[in-house]
């Protein structure tokens, strides 16, 4: 069969486009304004307290005698990341400054204001996430979109989508009018599970939620644990941004984009002779 003139399909409603993008402002300024917090005091602990001595991970300068360097700390491993973590670079420059200042909101040290845009842009991804949550609830879209078929989740289809998209081979036809079940899976993990672990994570770390629900802390083992797990939700909301942005350009990105800004995606329909 030929390949036949692209049409348009309908493949994200409104609501779907809308707080996508707010999301993808919320998140960007939470990260960075994150990592200006983290900055303060760039060390993870587990437990109640933090154990100077004894961090799981570390990112700090570190005075040697070739000078200042940047080390990263993981368990009993390091790594010298000078310049890039830990360590500027710049000669004259002694602070122990964890991420770089174009990584972070404000760009200069100032945790009070790193705190309040942090603040600010976790009240709209709450109020987004909710938004979002409760249409693709009521609204059909997660019945209809997210969910994966029986057929979907047989293993070998499973199977075949990651070979497939291993090859950079992508759904054509009827079968990109919908998501395949790695974006399904990939999509129900992070708005279902660990998006909402880092918002509950980041409630643990405020004295007004742990005077109000005492108990909730203790799921994470503290307020150290609790802030090592928020730590990590976001390192991996990070890495799904990046697979997601290069499996948008892999597949074409003006057809991605243009879905996600008009609701319309371009399939190739096949002629029959």
């Known amino acids: 069969m030929a390949k036949g003139k692209p049409i348009l399909v309908r493949r994200h409603g409104p609501v779907v486009r809308i707080t ?15 990592l200006q917090i983290f900055n303060a005091h760039p060390a ?20 040697t005698a070739e000078g200042p360097r940047g080390i990263t700390t993981i368990g009993d491993r390091y790594a010298d990341t000078t310049g890039v973590l830990g360590w500027t670079g710049v000669e004259g420059d002694r ?17 009070a204001s790193g705190r309040r845009w942090h603040f600010f842009f976790a009240w709209l991804f709450v109020i987004n996430g909710l938004v979002y949550l409760l249409a693709a609830v009521f609204g059909g879209h997660l019945r209809r979109d997210l969910l994966p078929t029986r057929e979907q989740l047989k293993i070998r289809h499973i199977l075949h989508e ?11 036809g009827d079968a ?13 993990a992070v708005a ?18 742990n005077a109000a629900l005492p108990g909730l802390i203790d799921l994470f083992g503290g307020r150290q644990g609790a802030r090592s797990v928020h730590f990590l939700t976001a390192a991996l909301v990070v890495l799904f941004v990046i697979f997601h942005v290069a499996m948008v350009v892999a597949s074409g990105t003006w057809n991605n984009i243009r879905s996600m800004i008009t609701g319309r995606y371009a399939i190739d329909v096949e002629e029959r002779p």
């Open 20 to 34: 996508h993008w707010l999301n993808v402002l919320a998140v960007s300024l939470l990260l960075m304004s994150g």
């Open 44 to 63: 993870l602990y587990w437990g109640h307290k933090s154990t100077f001595a004894e961090p799981w991970l570390s990112i700090r300068m570190v005075e």
């Open 176 to 188: 990109a009018r919908t998501y395949n079940v790695l974006q399904k899976g990939s999509y129900l």
């Open 162 to 172: 990651v070979v497939a998209h291993a090859r950079l081979r992508f759904p054509t």
């Open 95 to 111: 602070r122990n400054q964890a991420f770089p200042g174009w990584s972070t909101i404000p760009s200069w040290r100032d945790l």
């Open 192 to 209: 279902f599970v660990l998006l909402p672990l880092m918002v509950v994570t980041g409630l643990c770390m405020s004295p007004g939620f």
